[in-house]
């Protein structure tokens, strides 16, 4: 007889916290209206996508895309993907991929190869693999950007050890050429109080306080932040949730430089969020049919070869008689 679900009423009270409108909770954020500029500056986006099509704990196979958009104004637009590949990667020779991958994408930069233990480091590898394009496309995109433009990236400006000092370099070089770095975050798990992530605190808190449409907050004192970019919760548009956004200014106050960001935050289809980003998120996204496709013609030709017995076994229908829970 299978057991009972456990009970989830004891922990509802910790998670939802405090409601911000309740009497002595009061307003913890300042509220920074931003107005966008009349028109968008020039600007560059950068993105990457993966799908692992096998993952054997052995060995696996993963794909990879990287590319950069630019805008010219007043809306011309140049599309890149110059990273658009498969690879097999093997316990035995995945610190050969990884050599050559840095040395072919990394400027330079020289990040520490991955130390992943386990039967689970197929993913690790290929994130990390991905954030090295990434890389590669910020620094190919900052190169057509001139003085007062915005370099978009998606994610966050935070370091992390497989890439480290990546950043660091993207950030320098961008500061020598006086372009603004801005970073746009969908999901942070940066949080205030430990509990909720810090945008979805700053939204109950934007409903409580009637905040204007488009704001911004710093959060970098209260999340005890420091380093070369600050961090905001941002909104740029009622209709739109809150972003957490890293701003790396060049010779300008952060204010001014999202006020560039706001005006190409405009678009019907991705409200509040630049377009510029999400133009080229559709370019190298692997949607659900796309790795449905490159695994089926993965499966196709392994059994072309090896036969379907082996196919089945190798992309795991059948292997498993229980599904076990991770």
């Known amino acids: 007889m299978a057991a009972s679900p456990p009970r989830v009423e004891g922990v509802v009270g910790e998670l939802v916290g405090v409601d911000p409108s309740a009497p002595g909770a009061g307003p913890r954020f300042r509220f920074e209206p931003i107005t966008a500029t009349d028109g968008p500056v020039r600007a560059a986006a950068v993105d990457g996508g993966q799908s692992i099509l096998v993952d054997l704990g052995s060995s696996g196979v993963v794909a990879l895309r990287a590319g950069y958009t630019l805008r010219e104004p007043p809306d011309r637009y140049v599309d890149a993907v110059p990273i658009n590949e498969v690879r097999l990667l093997t316990r035995k020779g995945v ?9 072919e994408h990394d400027w330079g930069g020289g990040p520490p190869m991955p130390r992943v233990a386990g039967s689970k480091w197929v ?15 910020a620094r190919r995109a900052l190169v057509r950007l001139r003085v007062g433009d915005l370099l978009l990236v998606d994610g966050s400006l935070d370091e992390e050890a497989e890439s480290d000092g990546l950043v660091a370099s993207l950030l320098g070089a961008a500061r ?5 770095v801005v970073a746009f975050s969908k999901d942070t798990s940066l949080s205030l109080d430990g509990i909720l992530p810090f945008t979805i605190e700053v939204e109950q808190h934007a409903v409580a306080a ?24 941002a909104r740029f548009d009622t209709r739109a949730p809150v972003y957490r956004v890293d701003v790396a200014a060049c010779d300008a106050p952060d204010r001014d430089v999202l006020a560039l960001v706001a005006a190409h935050c405009n678009d019907v289809a991705y409200l509040g969020y630049p377009y510029p980003l999400a133009r080229i998120h559709d370019h190298v996204h692997f949607a659900g049919d796309q790795s449905a496709d490159l695994k089926n013609q993965l499966e196709a030709l392994v059994a072309r070869h090896r036969g379907s017995l082996y196919s089945l076994r190798l992309f795991g229908r059948g292997r498993d008689v229980l599904t076990m829970g991770e």
């Open 210 to 233: 009637h905040a204007p449409a488009s704001f911004a907050v710093d959060v970098g004192d209260a999340l005890s932040r420091t380093g070369p970019f600050s961090t905001y919760a």
């Open 176 to 180: 020598r050429m006086g372009v603004h």
């Open 95 to 103: 610190g050969d991929v990884w050599r050559q991958f840095t040395k």
């Open 123 to 137: 993913r690790p590898w290929c994130e990390a693999l991905r954030r090295v394009a990434e890389f590669d496309m």
